[in-house]
Structures are given as C-alpha cells and as structure tokens.
C-alpha cells in the first residue's frame, strides 16, 4: 500500500459505535487498539517547512538590499533634484549655455551650474546657486545689477565678469568694466571696487583675498580652454570633473 512505500506502518480504524476500556482497549467484538507504535510515522516534524522558511528569508534580505541601494540613490540625487527646482537655469556634465536675459544681459553657465533671475524689481538680480556664470550686464543705471552667490554680492551697471564658487569660496573676476564686492551678512563690510584683471575671493566669514590676473584670462570656458597657470590643483582637477561623467582622482590631495 502507500504507507508501505513510504516506510509507514498502516493507521487501523475502531468504529465510532465502540466504547473505550481500561488500557485504551474497546470492548466489543470489533474491539482493537487505537494507538499505532512510536515508530509507525518516520516523517519528522517540521521537515517540510524549511525551504519555505529559507526562502522568506532570502525574500527579506532583497527587500532589504534594494531598500538601502534606494536610499543611496535618493541621498546622491535628492540635492540636484531640490536645486533643480530652485534654478531658473541650470547645465549639465559638459554643458554649456547661453542664456539672453529680458533686459538685453547675456548669462554663460560653465558646466553643472545653476542661477536664478529676478529683473522684476528696481533692482536686477541674480544669484548663482551653484557652479560658474560669467555675465556681461547691459548697461541701465535707473536698474542696478546685483549678482550674488552664497557669501558674496557684487554691484554692477555695466560689465563683463566671472562669478564662480570655488571650494567653499565665492570668487568674483572682471574681464572689463567696474565691480563693487562686498561680503554677505556683515553689519559694514568692505566694499573692493575691481577693475579689470582683478579677482577677489569672498570666504563664508566674509575675509576679503585679492589678487590679479591678465583680463584675456578671465573665463576661458566660454571659448573652450581650461588655463592651469599659478593655480592650486586641485582647483583645476575640480574644473576637469565638469566635463567628464566619470570619477576624477587627484592623489595627495
């Protein structure tokens, strides 16, 4: 029979008309044990359940990787997602643009920057959110030009000039024209006036460092050069990771 192939010994029945007597023995004719021996099932208990018990924990552990490989994603993507919609503008890896504004001013974004553009007051403004920018500001002396990054603002009526954001400086350069900088959030800041060749870096406690350089240099970007001369390294290695969408190693740094 089948409980024979599987090694099992045969369960035997007593009619449910019979009465059960002392030492589980039914009385009657029909009268047989009710309990098979120790022996007679050779399953163990709970054999069964462990593949399924296995794959519930292969299951969790899935969930569990691909919940943390989630969070990884949302946490690197998540600030350009916030920034992107700050920005006005913004530029990819590699990207550069041109942007004409309504009051006749033309905005280069470097790549991976971002701006936002407010000509509806007395004054015009821009605030550079993140990267580099270089404005040549249409001339209008009844609407100022206040162009801002996170630590610095300059003042201009008419000018050619570079605002760039460089390791946790705001750094302003003139190309032509006149430039008036002063730091954010101090009571009386100085207020550098620059000419062209002159670059001021703004620090986050609003220090002041100044220094110059040929005006033909300014913003080389917008012609499609990169110019690494009596620049720290590391400064250039971080204007290569603009263009490339690859990992950018400098060792010793």
């Known amino acids: ?26 009385s009657g004719a029909s009268a047989t044990r009710v309990h098979a ?22 299951r969790r ?5 691909a919940s943390l490989a989630a969070c990884v994603v949302a946490m690197l993507i998540a600030p350009d997602l916030m ?5 006005d503008f913004t530029t990819g890896t590699a990207e550069l643009r041109k942007i004409e504004l309504a009051d006749g001013s033309i905005v280069r974004l470097a790549p991976k920057s971002a701006i936002t553009v407010d000509l509806s007051g007395p004054e015009r403004r821009l605030e550079l959110l993140r990267g580099i920018a270089f404005l040549e500001v249409a001339p209008d002396s009844a609407h100022p ?9 300059a003042r201009v009526v008419g000018t050619a000039f570079e605002l760039a954001e460089v390791r946790g400086k ?8 006149h430039v008036r900088v002063s730091p954010k959030g101090l009571p ?14 703004v620090s986050s406690d609003g ?17 499609g050069y990169l110019v690494a001369q009596e620049r720290p390294v590391a400064d250039v290695v971080d204007d290569l990771r603009r263009y490339y969408g690859g990992l950018v190693l400098l060792r010793g740094a």
Do not use: C
């Open 37 to 58: 021996p120790a022996d007679a099932i050779r399953m163990r208990p709970g054999v069964t359940d462990r593949p399924k018990r296995a794959s519930r924990v292969y």
């Open 207 to 223: 220090s002041i460092a100044r220094s110059r350089l040929p005006a033909d240099q300014v913003a080389p970007w917008i012609d």
């Open 170 to 177: 705001d750094v302003v350069t003139v190309r032509e024209g």
């Open 188 to 201: 009386n800041p100085p207020q550098p006036d620059l000419h062209a060749g002159d670059r001021v870096s």
């Open 1 to 26: 029979s089948v409980y024979r192939e599987m090694g099992m010994v045969p369960p035997r029945f007593v009619s449910p008309r019979s009465e059960l007597a002392d030492g589980g023995v039914v």
């Open 145 to 153: 030009f206040l162009a801002g990054a996170e630590f610095a603002q």
């Open 83 to 87: 920034l992107g919609l700050r920005a």
């Open 61 to 65: 552990s899935v969930i569990a990787v």
